[in-house]
């Protein structure tokens, strides 16, 4: 085994196989490895159990722009032309009805206003009136007294199951790679140190070294950062997300409701899950969690390094906390943990997408749902909502990946491709990586070249 490899990749999540997929494939880099933690890839928030499972394209996310759209679209559909390339059609990704309701007077002339004007970005979108959601799904309708419209599709790849394509990105970059492309399981980089024109890492299985470093380390992406002393103006937030099972049979289609734009986090929405048939899931809820991984206490610690609470972290909270609605939406989601009574304060919430949903009929769902992890910004003083890098240019690069972080992995590990090329001044097939990952893009629209493909903040 070498100690030595031209770029090492910290996490083997989601974002870290997509980097090493796109290096093994379409660069000429000699050497790449990837380092993970645990024992198996993908186990903590790209995993199925971790997210809602949702291939975001823009199209029904009504806490997108246009804009935003327009760039998660792009990023969504490299994931999918990889996993349809690939034959992973409803192995791994899959089909399901999906659309956004509005219900009542104001969100039904918003959902009509979007859809004329999404329809553009995405063609196949469809305006659902009540009629046609009584034969789509019939439960959105019934006993329900306010007008309810819906824009959406029938036929579309929307799910995906991001913990098995991390894995086929790492079997598949093996298979591929004309160079040496190695993975090591149960081996955390403890400490990441500059040591001249290298990097040298501490792992379980002694020192490795790498010309240029990616960390992909999820909420552990900052941590990493400040002890090297980059991205000391950004503090992170975990976010964890818990969810609730209904029967399958509530309902068969991604539903999605509108969002309420004071709010920091997507509104909840069900989930056909596929991962386990024959259940439906609703939330995700959203509450501050003081620790780097949502099933691991002994990373409170890290959370306050993290955080490194401050004048300008506190104002930003005091900000969110000021607004009436974001105090509601806190304290409710708190609730939304507490056993006992959780489960009749979250049938409220989900009743705005089947209003005869019962308490009967949920369950929360345990050890389902993992964590996002926020960006404060502390010069802005404001919560970012998007992914972020910190792109040191000096060989090394963090990056924090909370929703819709696993949809745009391929786009964002474009970026960081870009950067090492440049960077190490090796060889990259960008056309090859147009036509296997960018092909309905490039042929759409031949002016959206690659930059900008990765979702930055926001
Ligand atoms: C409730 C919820 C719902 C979501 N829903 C969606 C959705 O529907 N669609 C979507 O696109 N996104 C969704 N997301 C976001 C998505 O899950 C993340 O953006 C994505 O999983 C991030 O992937 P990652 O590889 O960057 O990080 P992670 O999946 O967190 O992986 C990081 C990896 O790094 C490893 N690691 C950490 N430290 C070290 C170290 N020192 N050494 C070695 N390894 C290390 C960890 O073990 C882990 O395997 C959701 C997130 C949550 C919490």
Do not use: W
Request: proline residues 4%.
């Amino acid at each position: 085994m070498q100690h030595y490899y031209n770029v090492i990749i910290i996490g083997g999540g989601i974002s870290g196989t997509a980097l090493l997929y796109e290096l093994a494939k379409f660069t000429d880099i000699e050497s790449v490895a990837l380092f993970e933690k645990y024992k198996t890839l993908a186990s903590i928030n790209s995993n199925g159990r971790s997210n809602s499972q949702t291939l975001h394209c823009g199209d029904i996310e009504t806490n997108y722009t246009f804009d935003k759209a327009k760039k998660v679209k792009k990023t969504a559909k490299m994931l999918s032309n990889y996993a349809l390339k690939h034959g992973y059609g409803e192995k791994h990704i899959f089909k399901f009805p999906k659309m956004v309701i509005g219900v009542g007077e104001k969100e039904v002339e918003f959902i009509k206003e979007r859809f004329e004007t999404f329809r553009e970005l995405y063609p196949y979108l469809e305006l659902f009136s009540r009629d046609d959601l009584a034969s789509i799904e019939p439960k959105l309708v019934e006993g329900r007294e306010e007008d309810i419209v819906a824009m959406g599709a029938l036929d579309e790849y929307c799910a995906i199951d991001f913990g098995a394509i991390a894995k086929t990105f790492v079997q598949n970059a093996k298979k591929i790679a004309h160079g040496v492309c190695d993975l090591y399981l149960n081996a955390e980089v403890y400490q990441i140190e500059k040591i001249g024109d290298k990097f040298q890492l501490l792992t379980p299985r002694g020192k490795y070294f790498a010309d240029y470093v990616v960390v992909n380390a999820g909420a552990h992406s900052l941590l990493h950062a400040h002890k090297m002393g980059y991205g000391k103006e950004y503090a992170c937030l975990p976010i964890g997300g818990s969810f609730y099972y209904a029967p399958a049979s509530i309902l068969g289609s991604k539903v999605y409701t509108v969002q309420n734009d004071k709010l920091p986090f997507a509104a909840i929405h069900g989930d056909p899950d596929i991962l386990e048939k024959g259940k439906t899931r609703f939330g995700p809820t959203a509450l501050a969690l003081p620790k780097l991984e949502r099933y691991r206490e002994d990373s409170y610690l890290e959370f306050f390094s993290s955080l490194k609470p401050d004048r300008s972290v506190m104002k930003v909270f005091y900000d969110l906390l000021a607004d009436d609605d974001i105090r509601d939406y806190v304290f409710k989601n708190m609730m939304y943990e507490v056993p006992g009574i959780r489960k009749g304060l979250f049938l409220k919430e989900a009743k705005k997408i089947i209003p005869t949903l019962e308490e009967s009929d949920i369950e929360f769902a345990e050890h389902v749902g993992g964590l996002r992890p926020q960006i404060i910004d502390k010069k802005e003083k404001r919560l970012l909502l998007g992914e972020a890098k910190i792109d040191t240019k000096e060989g090394i690069v963090f990056n924090m990946t909370p929703s819709p972080g696993a949809t745009s992995c391929l786009g964002n590990a474009l970026k960081d491709v870009e950067l090492i090329v440049d960077y190490l001044g090796c060889g990259f097939e960008r056309s090859k990586l147009e036509s296997e990952l960018l092909e309905d893009e490039v042929h759409n629209s031949a002016l959206n070249r690659v930059p900008g493909y990765a979702v930055s903040v926001g």
